[in-house]
């Protein structure tokens, strides 16, 4: 009997430990807040390139994309991806902030970022967003209108793609693999006016 309740324990135990490993985001988690760095290439146009003016041109360009978890909480996390040292040309491209729970991530956009990352990381349950803050969803797709704006995110495979395009040419794409997290994004003004488009080499 006594053999019988340490198996049925440890079977329990066990189911526990892998619902909790199942229910973590498949592409960002808080399991470290260690920064994460990593070299993406693509193109990029416009007079985005450090004030260079080459109008719907594109070059060639290489960057760093940099993620990190800036708060750990007991139902997800912030995390904070950035994008820095544009190369040949430099281009400034604002970090953004994603709350991510075990079934979203949303973008996080706040005046005063440092303010709303400290509030939320003490709040026992993470905060409600609309449907036009989600950037990730765990399976299906999502697809809405809010014209002018059409915005669709697809899960298929392990990948999770977002694209949000404006009737003027305005679009932003995102591209999460499980495992590896944020492995694309681009973004684009106008009809090819200024923009870029870089990816991580997954291919190991």
């Known amino acids: 009997m006594r053999y019988q309740n340490r198996l049925l324990f440890a079977t329990i135990s066990l189911a526990l430990a892998c619902q909790a490993a199942i229910a973590a985001n498949p592409y960002l988690n808080c ?98 967003f609309n449907k036009e803050d989600l950037r990730a969803i765990n399976s299906g797709t999502l697809k809405f209108v809010d014209s002018p704006w059409t915005t669709t995110i697809q899960v298929k495979g392990d990948r999770c793609t977002y694209l949000c395009s404006h009737e003027s040419g305005h679009s932003q794409t995102l591209v999460w693999q499980k495992g590896h997290g944020l492995i694309s994004c681009g973004s684009n003004y106008g009809a090819m006016a200024d923009g870029y488009s870089v990816s991580v080499n997954t291919k190991k």
């Open 31 to 128: 399991s470290s807040t260690k920064a994460h760095t990593v070299l993406v290439r693509g193109k990029q146009w416009g007079d985005g390139r450090g004030g260079v003016d080459t109008g719907s041109a594109e070059v060639a360009c290489t960057a760093k994309m940099i993620s990190v978890c800036v708060a750990k909480t007991s139902w997800g996390g912030i995390y904070k991806i950035s994008l820095t040292g544009f190369a040949p040309d430099a281009r400034s491209v604002k970090p953004d902030y994603y709350v991510v729970t075990d079934g979203n991530i949303a973008l996080l956009n706040e005046s005063d970022m440092n303010k709303a990352v400290k509030t939320i990381a003490e709040a026992k349950s993470p905060p409600k």
